[in-house]
């Protein structure tokens, strides 16, 4: 189902982000 695997790529696309954003956050403090 191609729906499906964009949604899950999306998912993971944010997940990836948030990290990336919280490390970033951790860093500059």
Known sequence: N???D???I???YA???LKRL???VRWEE
Do not use: V
């Open 15 to 17: 997940i990836g982000a």
């Open 2 to 4: 191609p729906i499906y």
């Open 10 to 12: 999306s998912h993971s």
């Open 22 to 24: 919280y490390l970033f």
């Open 6 to 8: 964009i949604r899950e």
